[in-house]
């Protein structure tokens, strides 16, 4: 124990004191794609009670890239990121409780994956799913931290409520559909992943020691491939916007109606559909079920099915992405065909 985070404690920032603050905080990851595979190293390494991974999707080759805690056989073994993420970290740090959620936060979900935790670190992939974060973080006064990367080009925020501009201050809504670029459309290099993911973590071992005076204040850019580093100061933005979340107490996506049971997945030409219910799925039955009807294979965690045209990737939650199309009745038909509504 004591030489694993000698070096840490070395640091005037954290100290032997600091590292047993550490050693009592719950943090929790939603998304485990470039962002999350770094801060999630970083987070198991510095020696934190609890690290809990929230993420829906499964792994693909084109992952690899740039998430860099997966490998070719993960992806032979058709794992979901949580999963695999889990079975890694457990390895560099079993003196920690990881716990992997292969899930799709939304508000029916959120106070159970969220509840006491002392921080949220954002590595997801899309505008609803921070915006809800942001409601429910807000309403909760829950510290979580903003990342997004595209290109070269990287963005980070740290958000503590009641303090600082919460993430609608800053952005009013989501931008429209098709209105921004993704790492499908963009491409994205490595680097600029990992280098706004480490300066998250780092972020978030202020927060957790209560080092909040050294905290990054304001939305920090950074460009890597033109060597550019901006700050814009966003403080006094709180005091001029009546921000309906964080000013009028009003949680626009906490709402159930306010989610969508389908989502079109951008870039991947896939579309993610819930089940209304959230029924258990008994996926070998599925799977002998669907032994006629295409290519099928599965294990404790996801079923695929193969057809001609799309391939289906099914949970035990009853969540499925359809890859081949964008068109959501076409989605919902295979759904219902297959699975079942």
């Given at each position: 124990m004591s030489e694993r985070y000698a070096r840490q404690e070395l640091f005037y920032g954290i100290g032997k004191e600091g590292q047993k603050i550490l050693m009592e905080k719950t943090a929790v990851l939603v998304g485990c794609g470039a962002l999350g595979c770094t801060s999630a190293n970083l987070l198991v390494r510095s020696g934190?009670?609890?690290?809990?991974?929230?993420?829906?999707?499964?792994?693909?080759?084109?992952?690899?890239?740039?998430?860099?805690?997966?490998?070719?056989?993960?992806?032979?073994?058709?794992?979901?990121?949580?999963?695999?993420?889990?079975?890694?970290?457990?390895?560099?740090?079993s003196l920690i409780q990881?716990?992997?959620?292969?899930?799709?936060?939304?508000?029916?979900?959120?106070?159970?994956?969220?509840?006491?935790?002392?921080?949220?670190?954002?590595?997801?992939?899309?505008?609803?799913?921070?915006?809800l974060i942001n409601d429910y973080c807000v309403k909760n006064g829950i510290p979580w931290i903003y990342?997004?990367?595209?290109g070269s080009t990287g963005l980070t925020m740290n958000i503590i409520p009641s303090k600082t501009p919460c993430f609608r201050c800053?952005?009013?809504?989501?931008?429209l559909f098709g209105t921004y670029g993704t790492c499908d459309?963009?491409?994205?290099?490595?680097?600029?992943?990992?280098?706004?993911?480490?300066?998250?973590?780092?972020?978030?071992?202020?927060?957790?020691?209560?080092?909040?005076?050294?905290?990054?204040?304001?939305?920090?850019?950074?460009?890597?491939?033109?060597?550019?580093?901006?700050?814009?100061?966003?403080?006094?933005?709180?005091?001029?916007?009546d921000c309906i979340t964080c000013n009028q107490n009003y949680y626009e996506f906490l709402s159930k109606d306010r989610y969508s049971m389908t989502t079109t997945l951008c870039g991947r030409n896939?579309?993610?559909?819930?089940?209304?219910?959230?029924?258990?799925?008994?996926?070998?039955k599925l799977a002998e079920r669907l032994a006629k009807a295409g290519e099928v294979s599965y294990?404790?965690?996801?079923?695929?099915?193969?057809?001609?045209?799309?391939?289906?990737?099914v949970f035990p939650d009853g969540r499925s992405v359809i890859s081949g199309t964008n068109d959501i009745a076409t989605a919902k038909g295979l759904y219902a065909k297959y699975i079942g509504m």
């Open positions: 934190i009670k609890h690290l809990r991974i929230i993420d829906r999707d499964y792994l693909e080759e084109s992952n690899l890239q740039r998430q860099s805690l997966f490998d070719e056989e993960d992806i032979k073994r058709n794992f979901p990121k949580a999963v695999a993420a889990q079975k890694k970290l457990q390895k560099i740090n990881i716990e992997s959620l292969v899930a799709d936060l939304n508000p029916s979900n959120i106070d159970t994956l969220l509840r006491h935790v002392h921080l949220v670190v954002d590595g997801t992939d899309n505008f609803e799913t921070r915006f990342g997004a990367c595209i800053i952005l009013g809504t989501i931008p459309t963009e491409g994205i290099i490595a680097p600029i992943a990992s280098m706004i993911a480490s300066i998250q973590v780092a972020e978030a071992l202020k927060i957790l020691t209560n080092n909040h005076d050294s905290l990054s204040k304001g939305l920090l850019r950074i460009d890597l491939w033109r060597n550019e580093i901006k700050r814009m100061h966003t403080e006094e933005i709180k005091g001029e916007t896939a579309v993610q559909i819930l089940h209304p219910d959230g029924s258990r799925l008994d996926l070998p294990n404790s965690f996801l079923l695929r099915l193969k057809t001609e045209k799309y391939e289906m990737t």
